[in-house]
């Protein structure tokens, strides 16, 4: 189930740049994921969501993940994405590793589905995820494509996937025709229930109508 509010997300100590310029992409976007106050403490850590971090500078220890519900998930933030970059984020208990490059959309798109739990790779960089290595895929879908069949599973239409992924209607259809024949289904129910058996069911399914595809 999608969070109550928008998700909070607050930036470890990085240049003041970096920060100020996090903060207003955020806003700039909606309201969706809001910018929030980084605690001087470790004990006041759940009240915000999400912390990013730059993996090339270090994690400090209080911001180390910590266990129990609440407690907020670690995102690395860099302009580096390379294996040195991605391990050392994996090492520091990070979720993901988003590049400082992406436009805004997509950094709220990425952090969204982080939270969530339904970011399909590691590492989102240029507009592409890319696939951690000991991660399959079914049915040899790209990244994409198993988007795109996760959000038919949940009920959205071809629109509210258009609008969710930033992509146009013609690219959402062209996703849908692609994966189908991957997985072997011609019509919406049957990619409905292949996308059930295969547990990518994440969203409200009464939030959305479903839409032809």
Partial sequence: MPPEGPVRVAMAPDAPLVVAGLATLIVSVGAR?????????????PSVDV????????LPDWLRPGTGPGWP???????TVDPRT???ARTDGARALLSKDLPAPRIVEAIERVHLGRLTGFVV???VQHEAADEVRPEGLTARELQVVELITSGLSNEEIARNLY????SVKTYIRTAYRK??????????????????????PAAAPHGRG
Avoid: C, K, M
């Fill in 51 to 58: 912390v990013l971090y730059d993996p090339t500078r270090g």
């Fill in 86 to 88: 991605q391990e050392q």
């Fill in 33 to 45: 994921v809001v910018p929030a106050q980084l605690p001087s403490e470790r004990a006041a850590l």
């Fill in 167 to 170: 992509l146009s209607i013609n």
């Fill in 183 to 204: 997985i072997g289904v011609t019509r919406r129910p049957q990619a409905v229930l292949w996308g059930v058996q295969q547990g990518l069911a994440g969203h409200d």
């Fill in 125 to 127: 960089s240029d507009h």
């Fill in 73 to 79: 998930v670690l995102i690395g933030f860099s302009w």
